[in-house]
């Protein structure tokens, strides 16, 4: 069964500190993965997906095939970043158009002043 | 764009009741729609995925004659929680998506509290 973990329930630290937030999957194929972030109050939301490359609010995550991992990484976190964050390989969906996400349990960031 | 809305936000009801979420795409064609559960402090599950005119394909352990999922165009989807009971209690969420792409966006969630 395809498989998500994310470690850390929730991760603390101070604003201007480097912030990494881990993800392993489990999954047979080549996987598209996502990280989305659900602010408080607000609607989940995509942050970035590997394919792309890019780099979000200052956030990057490198698929690591060899490690099956997919950690969220910032250089200096900001107070504005405190989210919860959800990793997410997308994966087959019988019948479906599009692939299905299988999220994982997500960690709470807490960026302190 | 890429706006997906829910309607109730809220909703109250006596056990025994059914209630119909609605979830809609605003400015895209979603040719899928997903539904979640979420518990408290709890990650997203996924109940089902809807294509829109076909039958929605159920996840492992969610009951289909439970949660009744109709998406007759594709910018509508709904979900009935049929016969609710207090614990059907939680915090649905839908998300809509454009054929051949695997990005998601979501709606803001309709939080159920059977009575």
């Known amino acids: 069964a395809q498989r998500v973990t994310q470690p850390e329930k929730l991760l603390s630290v101070f604003k201007g500190a480097p912030v990494e937030l881990k993800c392993n999957y489990s999954?047979?194929?080549?996987?598209?993965l996502f990280w989305y972030v659900q602010y408080s109050r607000q609607r989940l939301q995509l942050l970035l997906r590997h394919i792309s490359r890019e780099s979000i609010k200052g956030f990057t995550a490198d698929l690591n095939k060899g490690e099956t991992s997919f950690h969220l990484k910032k250089p200096f976190a900001q107070e504005e970043d405190s989210a919860m964050y959800y990793c997410a390989p997308a994966t087959w969906s019988y019948g479906g158009a599009t692939n299905k996400l299988i999220f994982g349990t997500g960690t709470l960031l807490a960026v302190q002043p | 764009g890429a706006v997906v809305s829910q309607h109730p936000s809220r909703v109250i009801c006596k056990s025994g009741t059914s209630v119909k979420i609605e979830c809609r795409s605003l400015?895209?064609?979603?040719?899928?729609m997903f539904w979640y559960r979420q518990f408290p402090k709890k990650s997203l599950m996924l109940m089902a995925t809807?294509?829109?005119?076909?039958?929605?394909?159920?996840e492992q352990g969610v009951e289909k004659d439970k949660f009744l999922i109709n998406h007759a165009s594709l910018t509508l989807s709904t979900l009935t929680v049929t016969s609710a009971h207090p614990e059907d209690s939680s915090f649905y969420i839908c998300?809509?998506?454009?054929?051949?792409?695997?990005?998601?966006?979501f709606g803001p969630g309709t939080r159920l509290t059977v009575l």
């Open positions: 400015d895209f064609q979603a040719t899928t």
């Open positions: 999954y047979s194929g080549s996987p598209e």
């Open positions: 998300s809509a998506a454009t054929s051949g792409y695997n990005e998601q966006f």
């Open positions: 809807s294509n829109e005119g076909s039958k929605a394909t159920y």
